[in-house]
């Protein structure tokens, strides 16, 4: 990205020495927009009027979730894959005001605007699970359902810092060993399985543009309110698991219950939708069957 005088803005950088996009000719279409003066990269699976948003989690970015792309669209659904800043073939900004969840929430609602589309059904996990209760919070007019997958909330937020604080601390203070690490991830060959592309282009990434994205999510709101929460009326499926404590079990059990169209369905294990997927993608078709099919329009937020 370029400032107004042509010169190169020294908080953004460009996205293609740290990730890899998909080889060869994708069976996808692949743009780009821009959103607040970043480029924004995404991925579009399928066709037709049910269009679900769904996003990845923290560093990570559209590879992880090209599988699930795919399979839904077998279905019949349109899945857009959105690379957030800092992630991915997006611009990865180093400031870390860029990186709150509040600000991510409100690109998807401007990919929206870039695609003409109106209501989407938006998911996605752990980092993409909380933007999308975001994105329903600022935009319920725009919102079909929620696909929650191993969401964070009040009670991982200990945990959650317990594991980013120290990371945070090592791209910092350990910069020039973690940049040379980065070298050699971006070097190496893309294996072509998605979730594991996807961790090496994490590892690729610059240790400030690591840094950014981490403060900017540790400083910034991580979920919307209980009140906002408790008033989501959308057709939602919460996705939870009992195999680490950044995702504990007991907040997406409490989240499916606060809201009132919300079904809880229990993972075998933090990895059976990337391994595993038929049984979780079956869950989650029927639920975009379900918020597409609703007889009355969906308001998203009780008055």
Do not use: C
């Amino acid at each position: 990205m370029s400032n107004a005088d042509g010169r190169s803005d020294p908080t953004v950088t460009g996205s293609a020495e740290s990730a890899t996009a998909p080889s060869g000719a994708a069976p996808f279409e692949v743009g780009e927009f821009e959103s607040d003066g970043l480029r924004l990269y995404y991925e579009i699976h399928g066709h037709g009027p049910n269009v679900l948003v769904y996003i990845h989690g923290i560093l990570l970015d559209a590879n992880l979730n090209r599988r699930l792309a795919v399979d839904l669209a077998a279905k019949g659904n349109r899945v857009i894959l959105l690379d957030l800043p800092g992630h991915g073939l997006s611009d990865k900004p180093r400031r870390a005001s860029f990186h709150r969840m509040d600000t991510y929430a409100r690109h998807v609602v401007a990919l929206l605007d870039h695609l003409g589309i109106d209501k989407a059904v938006i998911g996605g996990v752990s980092l993409g699970a909380s933007v999308a209760l975001m994105a329903a919070a600022q935009s319920p007019q725009r919102v079909q359902g929620l696909i929650i997958e191993m969401p964070v909330l009040e009670w991982a937020v200990p945990s959650a810092a317990l594991t980013f604080v120290p990371l945070l601390l090592a791209v910092h203070y350990a910069r020039p060993v973690v940049r040379a690490f980065a070298g050699v991830m971006r070097r190496l060959p893309r294996t072509g399985i998605g979730a594991l592309d996807s961790v090496m282009n994490s590892l690729s990434n610059d240790p400030l543009e690591t840094a950014a994205v981490l403060h900017g999510v540790i400083a910034g709101p991580i979920t919307p309110t209980v009140d906002e929460r408790t008033a989501m009326m959308m057709p939602t499926l919460v996705i939870g698991h009992g195999a680490d404590r950044i995702h504990p079990f007991h907040d997406a059990d409490r989240l499916a219950l606060r809201m009132p169209n919300a079904r809880l369905v229990r993972a075998s294990s933090l990895f059976e939708l990337r391994v595993r997927p038929g049984r979780l993608t079956n869950e989650i078709a029927d639920l975009l069957d379900t918020a597409w099919q609703a007889s009355e329009p969906v308001h998203g937020i009780a008055g």
